[in-house]
């Protein structure tokens, strides 16, 4: 089956450790996103990426970091530098032009900064 | 730049009874506008998507959304609401960069 596939699907972080959360897609799209999702704030763009090798920051970049080495993958860093880091994570994909083509979305990742 | 705004965090309807969900949109350029659902802690599903074709979009599970665009407006709909339906829901509108921008969601309770 073609899909999104996140993981963890939980994840515990001490302060000041860096975490990296996986996406992975098999749906053969080029562009791929990251969005965090807190209660009552709807999802907020971190990262895009519309083809491999390149990515552009989305709304709350800051304290994040992202790789696009391969078309398939999209791991997301959590880096020390972000103050509140404990979140839903969300990953999605798209054919490439969002204008008219949905997202497509992972099962999520909740990360818990202890 | 684009904006949604999704009218009431939580709406709260009989089993059987019309669900209607608001979303209204700001777009400097000709909207493409979706509605997505999210189950406890699962990613979004997609519900429907208007792309400038009829302004009466059907999706799946019953919903339907009609685009107007005097009132900006994508409002979601369903004749007779199902225990199953109850989730959150999220309008967004295609962005000018590509991406999409969501309103807050809003959580739709389902009373027996």
């Known amino acids: 089956d073609g899909g999104i596939t996140q993981s963890p699907k939980y994840l515990f972080r001490k302060e000041g450790q860096n975490v990296t959360l996986s996406c992975e897609q098999n749906l053969n799209h080029d562009a791929m996103y990251w969005y965090r999702q807190d209660p009552g704030q709807g999802l907020r763009l971190i990262y895009y990426s519309q083809i491999v090798n390149d990515f552009q920051k989305g709304d709350i970049a800051e304290g994040y970091s992202v790789s696009r080495e391969k078309k398939e993958s999209f791991p997301l860093t959590v880096t020390s530098a972000q103050k509140n880091p404990t979140a839903f994570y969300l990953c999605?994909?798209?054919?490439?032009?969002?204008?008219?083509?949905?997202?497509?979305f992972g099962p999520g990742t909740r990360l818990t900064v202890l | 730049a684009q904006s949604v705004t999704q009218l009431g965090s939580h709406v709260s309807v009989s089993e059987g009874a019309l669900v209607l969900l608001r979303c209204n949109y700001s777009?400097?350029?000709?909207?493409?506008l979706f509605w997505y659902v999210q189950y406890p802690n699962q990613g979004l599903q997609l519900l429907l998507k208007?792309?400038?074709?009829?302004?009466l979009v059907k999706g799946i599970n019953g919903f339907e959304a009609e685009f107007k665009k005097s009132e900006t407006s994508f409002h979601l709909t369903k004749p007779s609401a199902h225990m199953s339906d109850a989730a959150e829901y999220f309008c967004a509108v295609s962005g000018v960069e590509a991406e999409l921008v969501f309103g807050q969601g809003t959580r739709l309770t389902i009373n027996p």
């Open positions: 999605a994909s798209s054919i490439g032009d969002i204008t008219y083509n949905e997202q497509f």
């Open positions: 777009s400097s350029v000709p909207p493409y």
């Open positions: 208007y792309t400038s074709a009829a302004t």
